[in-house]
């Protein structure tokens, strides 16, 4: 069982700017919906979601970086998704269906994240119906970058799929080892490393 603890911080108010983006919270709406989410701090290495149990949060990412991953049978970890500050996070199947995940979730560095528990969740979509909308966008926008994700791995070269990760995840490399970074892009960590010395000597 995980060892994640409350915290307290201002930046608990990032995720109402993060809505606010798409729909408009009223004050009283806006203070509802922090009421159900629970704050967390999370130390580099914890697992706040494991394989095999059902997903119990929807996740955002005040700051830090989390990374979503399957194991296979050989113990082999394939990572498919990083979620850095201002992101959400979380197995929608198993969180909706409540059935078994077969991903795991931990924070890479020291991160400060809001869980938004399943219960907790569908009574935030009853009392406030514009969330609907809220995240049907988040859902929309999810599955556009899944779908662009795929069709870069079957027309992109790794060097260009590299590219497109360094541009999309700006600062990420400067404390998430290579090997997580290799998986992502579906290639080994030698052939990253070969990729990233031709690129400083251009």
């Known amino acids: 069982m995980e060892t994640a603890y409350f915290y307290t911080s201002m930046n608990n108010t990032s995720v109402i700017h993060t809505i606010n983006r798409y729909i408009t919270l009223e004050p009283a709406e806006a203070d509802y919906l922090l009421s159900v989410f629970m704050p967390r701090a999370l130390p580099q290495g914890e697992l706040i979601e494991k394989t095999g149990d059902p997903t119990r949060y929807f996740i955002y990412v005040n700051s830090g970086c989390l990374m979503t991953?399957?194991?296979?049978?050989?113990?082999?970890?394939?990572?498919?998704?990083?979620?850095?500050?201002?992101w959400w996070t979380g197995d929608l199947h198993s969180f909706t269906r409540q059935v078994p995940s077969i991903y795991s979730t931990r924070a890479l560095a020291e991160s400060h994240v809001m869980?938004?528990?399943?219960?907790?969740?569908?009574?935030?979509?009853?009392?406030?119906?514009?969330?609907?909308?809220?995240?049907?966008?988040?859902?929309?926008?999810?599955?556009?970058?899944?779908?662009?994700?795929i069709i870069q791995h079957y027309t992109a070269t790794a060097e260009e799929r590299y590219i497109m990760f360094r541009e999309k995840y700006t600062s990420l490399e400067q404390y998430v080892p290579l090997k997580y970074i290799a998986s992502y892009l579906g290639i080994t960590p030698e052939f990253l490393s070969k990729i990233r010395r031709k690129l400083m000597e251009k």
């Open 115 to 149: 869980l938004l528990p399943k219960v907790s969740m569908d009574q935030v979509l009853e009392e406030i119906p514009k969330l609907e909308r809220f995240f049907r966008i988040t859902f929309q926008n999810s599955l556009v970058t899944h779908q662009h994700r």
């Open 69 to 86: 991953y399957f194991t296979d049978q050989t113990g082999s970890d394939h990572v498919i998704q990083f979620a850095t500050t201002g």
